[in-house]
Nanobody, 123 residues
Framework: QVQLVESGGGLVQAGGSLRLSCAAS????????MGWFRQAPEKERELVAA????????YYLDSVKGRFTISRDNAKNTVYLQMNSLTPEDTAVYYC????????????????WGQGTQVTVSS
């Protein structure tokens, strides 16, 4: 049984930083693309960042480029999202998700999902 467990969300002031973690268990191996999605109220879920299994390809949403950094530790089956210079527009529930092979931006193409962690940025 595959499980993805996110942690690290919370309340932070604008300009602050948070680091999200997602620990995966039950995956057959580490050859999975790992992604971070977010969903704000009344908005569609969007891919914020994703990384292939070996880090050979990394995707960032334009609005987070230069502020967010995704990384992974395959030995720990964990993916991280370092978020700096946060703004109120980053407020959302952040979800970890995984799929085989290449990065895709469509949520429906991801096989497994975590339960989500709330990130709230106050102005």
């Amino acid at each position: 049984q595959v499980q993805l467990v996110e942690s690290g969300g919370g309340l932070v002031q604008a300009g602050g930083s948070l680091r999200l973690s997602c620990a995966a268990s039950g995956l057959a191996d580490s050859s999975y693309t790992m992604g971070w999605f977010r969903q704000a109220p009344e908005k569609e879920r969007e891919l914020v960042a994703a990384i292939t299994w070996n880090g050979g390809f990394i995707y960032y949403l334009d609005s987070v480029k230069g502020r967010f950094t995704i990384s992974r530790d395959n030995a720990k089956n964990t993916v991280y999202l370092q978020m700096n210079s946060l703004t109120p527009e980053d407020t959302a529930v952040y979800y970890c998700a995984t799929r085989r092979l290449a990065v895709r931006t469509t949520p429906g193409l991801y096989e497994y999902w975590g339960q989500g962690t709330q990130v709230t940025v106050s102005s």
